[in-house]
């Protein structure tokens, strides 16, 4: 029976990779992501599958750990279903009733203007208040003297986002942060693997939160992590990510001993969420982890090849850029139109996409123009006029694992043909 099963697993596991290899398809798009996932991801994941564990187990946890070990993180991270999870997770963490200092009720948390949704929402779930402070044009980064003019009494946290995969200035942040005494939680949904000044982001602050979605570095299909190097931060997570039962905790021996008339597998110390990721999550990122320093190197020359090619055009766009001492990881590769340039950023958008290649607006663009904002109580410092700007004049295009040299130079041959018209 044993040898016939892993026969079975033999010839299961060689079709797989005649499907693969079959459905390679070759079309003329350049999508703005494709799946990162290889031969080996599909075998991790089809076998967790058939395995029976299903649920958050081993696998969750070693992925945990090596995720870690990869950042220079002292605890293991705790994995979750999505970053809107992770960030949702590390407000409710530090709102938690258990912690003596903690985010309470109105407390100002200050963000950038230009980020994903699911950095701002979870401010105002937890009931704190997000800060919009505008945003470095030539970084699309949170401005830090924008930062220092939105500290208040009221101000209790800073949370910056490493946006596109370049490093923000956390080092000058964290300096803010200490000397405020703010709580500075590092939103690394789009950063994975970036460093400033040699070390890694998600490591400078009390917590740090990844996703794991499609189109990041590393994925999960869905997925996301919280990193921290505070312990107590690290065992609430583990809690709040599951129901707030005590199963994963360090001390549960402790706990079950002082509440021993309660079943120890279903006592409950604090109100959390189910927000687990499961095993098959798990045992993809555990595959996909080592190939994440190639995938970077990918994302990072296809955007030398494109600075190069592109930089000839300058009096029409600007390029990213990457600060001294830091190391971009490039989630997509942003173009912003210079203020004279001969055209709109919808002709510009619009000739791409009808050449196949895709594009979309920089995360939410200005997200205090969004409606959602109506619903919840928020501050803005000062108009945000370079948010509007990128919101207007800014775009992404993809940068991923499917951009192959032959693809960047179609990329790059595309946009010359575009710019030839107003030579
Ligand atoms: C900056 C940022 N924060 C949070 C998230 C949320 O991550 P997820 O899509 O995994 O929920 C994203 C997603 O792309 C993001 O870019």
Redesign the pocket.
Known sequence: MASSLTDMYGSLHSNIREILEASQKSNNKVPLAVPPFNYDDYIAAIDTLLSGSLSMGEKVKSFESAFADYLGCKNPGVMVN???SA?LLSLSILTNASLKERLKPGDEIITPAV??A??VFPISMVSAKPVLVDIDKDSYNIDVNQIKKAITKKTKAIMP?H?LGNPCKIDEIKEIADANDLFLIE?C??AHGAELNGKKVGTFGDLATF?F?ISHHISTI?G?MILSNNDKYHELGKALRAFGWVRELRDKEKLAKKHSSIDPRFLFITAGFNVRPTEMQGALGTTQLPKLENIIKTRRDNASYWNERLSKHERFISLPIENPGARHVYFCYPISLKPRAPFKQRELVSFLEQKGIETRPV?TGNIARQPALTQMRYRRIGKLPNADYVTKNSFLIGNHTGITKKVREYVADTFEEFFSRYN
Do not use: A, I
Request: aromatic share 12%.
């Open positions: 999505s970053g809107s960030n980020t994903w699911t950095t986002v946006l939103d949904c789009e996703s979605f869905e996301g995360m």
